[in-house]
Structure formats: structure tokens, C-alpha cells
């Protein structure tokens, strides 16, 4: 039991048909154990045949066409589980999230991005040497054609639905750094400091003003986004002390530029970075690994909705006793919260899936507060 209330301050985790995971705003009624689903698109490809190449990211009319379809094939397959919150008659279509996955930073700075059929999108492997990086300046968002594409995106959606719905993955500055100058900006942050935070100070620019910009073109549709989730899978390949000294005032600018954030840390355990995530301001939302300390975690977050990342490998290998017990754990140690379970491959099997779903209901009315 727990006397946290719920607030609509919070966010929670959401994976649209055919994305990677993100965060939306919750809606202050999320259960106290809330199982979150996600599927591989090489799952949806054998499932419904979609192909996930450049045309699903580029043309706005196909990836309608392609997500009425995949959010049949999670109606009649998984009936009444909640799955890409596409059962919400309230909602517009979806067709923003999952544009151009994680790479959507990297193709504004020019990096070429590479299609797969079932695959998301992933940027190629070309890295910026000294000194491309010591010259590099953030882009003319005005004269990009990259970003020019993806805005007129948002009006063909608009002329074709109305609303423009949806999230896109602006990653957070590490993995974006990451994605321009490879394995060589670690080394940088240790002897070349000034151009890593100069690179990073460019990355963080850019993923400011391409949000704001595109936060305008949907409030003219009638369509308000005001948080921004950084995605820090990569902040485990630094000490919290780097994460501290050169990092953690980006996050927090973005907590207080969009005035709700979410921070995302995909599986891995968060401990060391903990008590730096607890000075942001207006922290919606924190995801972390299993292994994590999570009752420390809930005592530093109290106000945040707080996720577990749920491997695909434990989901589809673990004895469902074993699972069981490890949501009974979330509850007691971390809840309210939830479980997000991404990346679910063809080989596990749907009455898995739905099984996990119920023992999340089964430990909510066990665990959470009794309903009024």
C-alpha cells in the first residue's frame, strides 16, 4: 500500500504500434502495477507484413494505412489488453511517434540514416573528427532539409486527420554526441573536455529548437506537448561524476525549458546516477533496470511515475512463477509504477504476453490502494 496519490503531473511509458518506447502524459488513474507493450517491428513485418523502410518514415499516408493495420492485429490477437493506447476513442491517430526512431538528431546534423524492412532506423557509422567538431555550429533549423521534411510531415498528418498526435525521440545529448563523434567522445571528455561540452552544448541547442518548433506546429492543430523525455542509454558508459560535471545541467535545462521531464535509462541499473536525477526539477517520470535499488529509487521519486524495463529475454524465458515474483517485487518495493515490456519478438508466444498482463492486474488489486 502506499498514500501517493496520483497526479496528472506525471508521466508514463507508451509505445505506439510499431515504435520504440517513449513517454506521454498520464492520466492520474494508471494502475498501481501498469504492464506497457511493445512489439520489434520484425515482429508487426511476420504478424501483418509491414515494411518498416524508408517509405513508412517519409510518407505519412502510408504509415496510417500501416498502423490501422497493426493496431487490427493487436485487437483481434490480444483483445481487450491495452496495447499502443489505441483503444482511446478520444485520441487522434497516432502517426507521429516512431518517425525516424532514435535517429531523427543525427539526420539534422546530416548523418545518413539506414532503412530496414524490419528494423528501426539507424544512423551510419561516419563520426566527425577534431576538427569537424571544434567548427561545428548547431544547424539553421529555417534551411534544413531534414527537419523541413519532417515539419511538412506534420501538415500532410494534419490535412489528413486533423490533430497531429505523437512524440518524437529527440534522445538525450550523450547518445546524440554519440551518434556524431563515436567511441572517440569518451576519450574527449577525459582530454579534450572543451570539445565535448561543445559538441554536447551543439546537440543540446538543436534538440531544444527542433522541440519547440514542432511543439508549435501541433498547439496550431490543437495538439499540447509540454514535457520532454531525454533517453540517457548511454549514461552507463560514464561515471556519475562525468554525468554530473558535464551532463546533468542539459537535463536539467530541458526540465526547465518544457517544464515536465522524463528521463530514461533503457535496462540498465541506475543506482549511481540516482541522487544527480533527484536535483532535476519537475521529473515526471524515471525508467531503470530491475536490478536497481528500487525502494531508494521510490524514496528519491516520490512524486514521479516511476517504470521498471522488463527484458524481452526474461518475459520470454523466465518460468511465469519467477515473473510473478518479480512483480509482486515492483509493487512492494517500487509502486505505483510501471512495467514496460518492449521489444516482445515473434518467438513469445501472445498467451505469455497476455498471462504477464494478468499478473500485473492480480498484484495491482493486491498491492495498490483499494478504489473508493
Not at 93 to 100: N, Q
Not at 266 to 282: E, F, K, R
Not at 359 to 372: D, H, K, L, N, Q
Request: hydrophobic fraction near 40%.
Amino acid at each position: 500500500m502506499t498514500d501517493e496519490k496520483p497526479s496528472t503531473s506525471q508521466l508514463v511509458s507508451y509505445i505506439a504500434p510499431g515504435a520504440p518506447a517513449t513517454r506521454r502524459p498520464g492520466r492520474g488513474d494508471e494502475p498501481f502495477l501498469r504492464p506497457e507493450i511493445g512489439f520489434t517491428p520484425k515482429w508487426y513485418r511476420q504478424a501483418v507484413g509491414v515494411d518498416f523502410g524508408r517509405r513508412w518514415h517519409t510518407d505519412a499516408v502510408y504509415r496510417d494505412e500501416s498502423i490501422r493495420a497493426m493496431a487490427r492485429a493487436l485487437r483481434r490477437r490480444f483483445r481487450d489488453v491495452d496495447i499502443g493506447w489505441v483503444e482511446d476513442p478520444e485520441s487522434p491517430p497516432d502517426l507521429l511517434t516512431g518517425v525516424f526512431g532514435a535517429c531523427t538528431v543525427g539526420g539534422i546534423y546530416g548523418l545518413d540514416i539506414v532503412y530496414a524492412s524490419d528494423q528501426w532506423p539507424v544512423c551510419e557509422h561516419t563520426y566527425l573528427t577534431d576538427g569537424a567538431v571544434d567548427a561545428l555550429q548547431p544547424p539553421d533549423l529555417d534551411r534544413n532539409p531534414f527537419f523541413n521534411a519532417l515539419m511538412d510531415q506534420l501538415g500532410r498528418i494534419a490535412d489528413r486527420r486533423g490533430r497531429v498526435f505523437g512524440y518524437v525521440n529527440w534522445q538525450g545529448v550523450l547518445n546524440n554526441a554519440y551518434r556524431l563523434r563515436g567511441e572517440d567522445l569518451f576519450a574527449d571528455m577525459l582530454l579534450a573536455p572543451a570539445r565535448a561540452n561543445h559538441l554536447f552544448q551543439c546537440v543540446a541547442l538543436t534538440m531544444e529548437d527542433a522541440a519547440r518548433r514542432l511543439y508549435a506546429a501541433q498547439r496550431q492543430t490543437g495538439v499540447s506537448v509540454e514535457h520532454f523525455t531525454v533517453s540517457n542509454c548511454l549514461v552507463n558508459m560514464i561515471g556519475p561524476e562525468q554525468y554530473g560535471d558535464m551532463l546533468l545541467r542539459f537535463d536539467r535545462r530541458f526540465s526547465e525549458a518544457f517544464g515536465l521531464l522524463g528521463v530514461h535509462n533503457c535496462a540498465w541499473t541506475a543506482d549511481a546516477y540516482l541522487d544527480h536525477y533527484a536535483t532535476l526539477p519537475n521529473l515526471g517520470y524515471v525508467d531503470m533496470g530491475a536490478d536497481s535499488d528500487l525502494g531508494r529509487a521510490r524514496a528519491l521519486f516520490p512524486q514521479a511515475r516511476r517504470a521498471v524495463m522488463y527484458t524481452p529475454m526474461d518475459l520470454a524465458n523466465k518460468a511465469l512463477d519467477a515473473i510473478r515474483a518479480d512483480l509482486e517485487r515492483f509493487a512492494l518495493e517500487y509502486g505505483p509504477c510501471d512495467v514496460v515490456l518492449a521489444d516482445i519478438e515473434a518467438d513469445t508466444p501472445d498467451s505469455r504476453v497476455v498471462q504477464v498482463v494478468e499478473f500485473c492486474g492480480e498484484v495491482s488489486r493486491r498491492y495498490g490502494p483499494t478504489p473508493e
